[in-house]
């Protein structure tokens, strides 16, 4: 484990809790899961993969989607956010909702329906391979789709794009030399690197861009074509 991934495991379990808050209650918020789950579009009794799910606040969306004989299956590499993600699950009783520890670049599951990520891509030092990496998770005719944030290229919110830029520099963990000078820069390449990616292996793709142009959603179908052509 390298100075960065501990630190950054460090600093998610620390402020889990808050970050759980954030998740869930940000005005907005709830609008833009439902839009990336839209964009996913998982039928009843699909296994679904969310890689980097914190938490868990898109199971509740991912569960109604599958149910009753579908499984979501959450995949994070951090102890505290997964400790609140499956206090969740125990709560609400879901039988068919599991989160485990793990990679999101080297998933612990191989086979799935569909590959949801949100806010993950501007984490990952290449994207573009994790989508990849997803694609063949998933397999020809299986389905993926990103949530992300971004600086915004909307007449409406780039007057907010330093705002953005400041909380974005606030709230990445310390350590490791993971960011660039300008972390909202490195964040807006690794946004575009995993989306342009999914619009390359995937058809039917779907496109939303929410809160005044600063979050971007993205899902489509692989293409036969597209798995395992280790492209990038």
């Known amino acids: 484990m390298t100075d960065g991934t501990a630190a950054t495991q460090a600093f998610y379990s620390r402020y889990a809790t808050v970050y759980d808050l954030v998740a869930r209650r940000t005005p907005g918020v709830t609008d833009l899961r439902e839009s990336v789950v839209a964009a996913l579009d998982p039928q009843p009794g699909d296994t679904v993969v969310e890689m980097g799910c914190g ?5 509740p969306h991912l569960r109604e989607r599958v149910a009753p004989s579908g499984t979501v299956v959450g995949v994070d590499f951090t102890p505290g956010v997964l ?23 080297r998933p612990p599951l191989r086979e799935a329906d569909a590959v949801l990520a949100t806010f993950v891509s501007g984490m990952l030092a290449d994207p573009a391979a994790a989508v990849r990496t997803w694609a063949d998770v998933v397999g020809p005719g299986g389905r993926l789709a990103l949530g992300d944030l971004g600086r915004s290229t909307s007449p409406l919110g780039r007057p907010l794009n330093a705002v953005f830029a400041g909380l974005v520099r606030a709230t990445t963990p310390p350590g490791g030399g993971r960011w660039t000078e300008s972390p909202a820069a490195l964040l807006d390449e690794r946004l575009v690197a995993a989306h342009s990616e999914l619009e390359r292996l995937c ?17 489509g179908t692989v293409r036969a074509d597209a798995v395992g052509d280790g492209s990038g």
């Open 203 to 219: 058809t039917g793709v779907r496109r939303d861009v929410r809160a005044l142009g600063f979050a971007r959603v993205r899902g």
């Open 55 to 59: 938490t868990g606040a898109n199971f």
């Open 83 to 105: 400790d609140v993600a499956r206090d969740r699950i125990e709560r609400e009783g879901w039988e068919n909702v599991h989160a485990v520890r793990g990679d999101a670049t």
